[in-house]
């Protein structure tokens, strides 16, 4: 048993790529700072409008600005690693990248149920929506989806740190939970117990997001301007919640139950696919989506290109 302080963790999930490494280091550049660049855009835009500082658009931006927090912890590792002959971490910043990845998450996935529940009052509860969505509601909830992320992410990762582990090669492309538990020497159940009670706290999450969809669209039907606020400021929201569930529940089961010698591609794509993919989708899709934040972003770039003239 090695003295984990001391452990370089080898990430094989780029094993793969080294024939192509620069082609996939110019691609992921590209793709980060595209990332960075819509979701500034749309904090900005949010930011400088008092008109966009409604629950609705604050809680857009704590979206955008958690995916700011997950890209900017994934991406600049995997850069250097692509430029790298070996893919190593040392064990202290893959704890670190852990708990940031890890915050990452549980925030998105708190943030988006909190839309949830602000989608099913605006529309379900009109008449009570300001008297139940106030503003110090509103901070409460933004303060609430990092708080219990990140207390969440703690426990997590100090249960983890605690393991003596025998084993350095982690399957993936960036340091995870599950796959650092796998190398451990000893028993693991108290990382077993505490992971089954905080995904008992997210399926409780994903069934108040499905109780408000299920009303939001029962509401949706009664109306032609009901379809259309379902449409508009709804759909993108199920688009965001499908795509980063879908992949986050199959990394989860693969992890825990998957072959490590099958499905290697699938893999390694869905693992990504919720670090990568909601950051890029959702300022893409409520800027095109949402009138009022489209009109104020399409007004900034006209001033800018009128001041270049």
Known sequence: MQNSTEILFVLQGLNDTKSKKHAYFVVTLL?????ILVNLTLITTIFLHRVLHEPMFIFLC??????????????PKILLDLLS??????????LAQMFVIYSYVCCEMTTLSVMAFDRYVAICKPLNYHSIITPRMVV?????????????????VSLIARLPLCGFKIEKLYCTGWAVVKLSCVDTSINNISGSIFLFIHVAEAVVICFSYVNIVRSSVRSQ?????????????????????????????????GSTSRLHALRHFMSLEYLVVPPLLNPLMYGLKLKQIRQRIFAICSRKVDALK
């Open 85 to 94: 002959d070996v893919s190593v971490t040392p064990y202290k910043a893959c």
């Open 140 to 156: 409460n909830l933004v303060i609430f989806t990092w708080l219990s992320s990140i207390c969440e992410s703690a426990v997590v």
């Open 62 to 75: 704590n979206l955008c600005a958690n995916g700011l927090l997950g890209v900017s912890t994934f991406y």
């Open 225 to 257: 301007e009901e379809r259309s606020k379902f449409m508009q400021t709804c759909l993108p929201h199920l688009i965001s919640l499908g795509s980063f569930a879908i992949a986050g529940v199959f990394d989860l089961m693969y992890a825990r139950y």
């Open 31 to 35: 793709v980060y700072l595209f990332t």
